[in-house]
């Protein structure tokens, strides 16, 4: 078994991960090492071939391998270690940490801080109960993703697309660029879980319908997909029988949304938020077990990958700063709770006087709305869910909020003239 | 006689997504409402009378760590011009090494603009045991 002792260790080689680890190695932290369980650095981005990263971050159109692929020349021209094939089996709350790979075998980091940069997961058939059999041909829209775009496998030839977030809208896209039938996109909301250029972009510019307040009742076929049965619903989600058709197809796609991965987070006893499903996080991404920071779609499920990139860079130069003896002493925690018309906010916490920007997701689409943090008023023209609310507090709008131990962050109706 | 219509545009410069209503009148522009701001009205007039699109896709490529390689346009492309372009890649196949940002096709059908490589890909090693399976 190898044991080793370092500074800080970045668990998952994504666009989160790497930023961390840039940044650190950045202010002056020597021995990071990043462990990443897929053959290549860059998490997702890799497969992401469409493109619209880096616009906000690099002022840039690029797609996904080119944005990734800047922060793995960086990690490589810094001579930042990395660990490919590698699995972490464990954290614990002591910043333990044991993995597993085919070079080193068993391996067991003794960090001073971590930084959590796991990402997310697919919501699977499982999660969501649909009646009928378990025919192949049901995937989710990364592992189409996956397939198409990286190993070059064609997964069907007729499409039904259930839920419409920004990959299985993409996707939509790619299946017809490929020569398949997308049949339709089945959406249980009023209005579409992804972005309104993707709608525009990926489905009308091909003439793919866009079934809303619809869902899958029934899948059909024994072997492989043969149909499924789509019925509108009501007010409840519940589906209207009377309404139910049947749609030939043989490939079945899943965009129903991502969940946070914090298995690992659990083991090390970190305080998860159910709203999120990613750890609680302070101003400098700290979680609740002192020295292991997170960010990325590990904490909360992102809609930008620039974003992703600075929530790594923050919580990499916080453990920088952690390892250094330089963040700040916690002064008085204030909780951020979810209120109206909020789904959730990150960070929950904050600790000092210095400027924080909080993302704040929507529960339903509204506009001309004011978004209320405590006693401080923002306006916004418009808040919807599939696009993250971001608030930057100053040190100057920090100073007029009132200091109670518990903050309401909610969005609301602005008042008429 | 007259040849008046009436298409809605969902503008998507930003995420406020306002719905236009336009009338064109004997092939013209004649009225956009529904728009919040002017950014909104460039870009519609330019979404109804030359539609661009960013082009992008993958194409086959030999002795690599994988069997395809993402590419892309230099330049966004008229929009009726992608399933084309899209059919004038399907049978290109390229040999590894490969270099992020090398010119895959020159001016494929006469758009002005070229396909490139959007990533590294070196030539797999002997032996070499890849997850992805490349078959070329």
Redesign the interface.
Known sequence: MVKREIDIAVIGGGAAGLAAAIKAKEKGIENIVILERN?ELGGIL?QC????FGLSYFKE?L?G??YI?RFIKKVEDLQIEYKLNTMVLEITAGKKITAVNSIDGLLELQAKAIVLAMGCRERTRGALGIAGTRPAGILTAGTAQRL?????YMPGAKVVILGSGDIGLIMARRFV?EGAKVEAVVEILPYASGL??N???CL??FNIPLLFEHTITTIHGTDRLEAVTVAKVDADWKPIQETERTITCDTLILSVGLIPENELSQSAGIVLDSATGGPIVNEYMETSVPGIFGCGNVVHVYDLVDHVTQAGELAGESAARYVLNELPPLRKKLALKAGDNVKSVVPQIISSEEPVTLHLRAKKPMRNVKVKVGNLIIPK??V?PP?MVVVNLTERTLEKLKKEDELEVSIGEEAGP | MKKKEVRVVTCIICPVGCRARVTIENGKISKIEGLECPRGEEYVTGELEAPVRDFFTTIRIKGAMTPILPVRSTQPIPKDKIMDCILELASIVVDAPIKAGDIIVKNPLGLGVNVIATRDMDQAKKGENSAYLAKS
Do not use: L
Request: charged share 35%; aromatic share 0%; hydrophobic share 25%.
């Open positions: 053959e890799p071939i469409h493109t619209g159109n797609n391998p080119e692929s198409m775009d990286i190993e070059g660029m309104s250029r709608v525009v972009q009308e510019d023209r418009v919807r696009e």
